[in-house]
Nanobody, 118 residues
Framework: QVQLVESGGGLVQPGGSLKLSCATS????????MSWVRQAPGKGLEWVSA???????KYADSAKGRFTISRENGKNTLYLQMDNLTPEDTGVYFC????????????RGQGTHVTVSS
């Protein structure tokens, strides 16, 4: 069955960096667009970034210039490099199958927690 397993979250100070990973299995990873979405405490899901099968990327305005999405098809793994983090980036980050546009997310993982605090 399809599995999406995120890792790499944690506590980081403002201005710091984290790199999230999403290990996948059970589907043809290289053929799918993949994305990251997040949920801040007490708020709804927010689409963050997506990468398509050919490596084209796009970002929410809140992530532009600070986050970098990438994929390693040989390892069926998705990444999100997050730099210059702010407290507003705090939340649970989910890897999603699909999601080139937010309405095309097929499924997502269990999430990894990111806390940005001094």
């Amino acid at each position: 069955q399809v599995q999406l397993v995120e890792s790499g979250g944690g506590l980081v100070q403002p201005g710091g960096s984290l790199k999230l990973s999403c290990a996948t299995s059970g589907f043809a990873f290289s053929a799918f667009s993949m994305s990251w979405v997040r949920q801040a405490p007490g708020k709804g899901l927010e689409w963050v970034s997506a990468i398509n099968y050919s490596g084209a990327t796009k970002y929410a305005d809140s992530a532009k210039g600070r986050f970098t999405i990438s994929r390693e098809n040989g390892k069926n793994t998705l990444y999100l490099q997050m730099d210059n983090l702010t407290p507003e980036d705090t939340g649970v980050y989910f890897c999603a199958q699909g999601g080139w546009t937010p309405d095309t997310i097929a499924r997502r993982g269990q999430g990894t927690h990111v806390t940005v605090s001094s």
